[in-house]
């Protein structure tokens, strides 16, 4: 069985709106929000801009 770790897991909440509704999610206890996440070497972004993945791999940075 796979257990779940809090510890290492984020949310990150993609949407067009610039209202955002609050909302905290829970799994035993609150995983916390981010805004940025490197997932296999990609830079994810809220915004979806691929500007600070693309500076980052080019050295520009």
Same mark, same amino acid.
């Given at each position: 069985?796979?257990?779940?770790?809090?510890?290492?897991?984020?949310?990150? #909440?993609?949407?067009?709106?610039?209202?955002?509704?609050?909302?905290?999610?829970?799994?035993? &206890?609150? =995983?916390? $929000?981010?805004? #940025?996440?490197?997932?296999?070497?990609?830079?994810?972004?809220?915004?979806?801009?691929?500007? &600070?993945? =693309?500076? $980052?791999?080019?050295?520009?940075?």
């Amino acid at each position: 069985m796979l257990e779940f770790n809090v510890e290492k897991c984020h949310v990150m #909440e993609l949407r067009k709106s610039k209202r955002r509704s609050v909302w905290n999610y829970f799994m035993g &206890k609150q =995983i916390m $929000k981010t805004k #940025e996440e490197k997932d296999l070497g990609v830079i994810i972004q809220e915004t979806l801009s691929p500007k &600070k993945h =693309i500076s $980052k791999i080019s050295g520009t940075m």
